[in-house]
């Protein structure tokens, strides 16, 4: 069995973010997961991990979700931004719909049920 080479990853906060973005998607990709927050030193190791590959950040709309959007943007310029409505404020709490649209939106195929 051969293992496919994901080129794909999206970068959020938590679990449940992974969760949602899991139901939506219907393509390999990986996720990960910062909790909330991340160390210099594992952003440095993402950067060196992830150079060659297709990174998105999605992350809530809210002051911790800014906080690491401004570190990424600052350490990790290369990756795309994928942004939330504010009106739903975190990403696993969002319609299965908007996520899937915001997903779509950065070339991400998505469940054409969520469309």
Known sequence: ????????????????DKKKILTV???????ICTNGTISMAKLDELIDELYDKDVYILV????AG????K???????????LYIDRAY????????QHVAS???????DVNAKFL
Not at 60 to 63: F, G, S, T, V
């Open 1 to 16: 069995m051969s293992l496919v080479e994901v080129e794909k990853v999206i970068i959020v906060e938590g679990k449940s």
């Open 25 to 31: 998607v219907n393509e390999p990709l990986e996720i």
């Open 60 to 63: 809530d709309a809210d002051d």
């Open 66 to 69: 800014d906080r690491l959007r």
């Open 71 to 81: 570190q990424f943007k600052r350490e990790f310029p290369e990756a795309s931004h």
């Open 89 to 96: 404020r975190e990403v696993a709490t969002a319609p299965d």
């Open 102 to 108: 915001v997903l779509l939106s950065a070339n991400i």
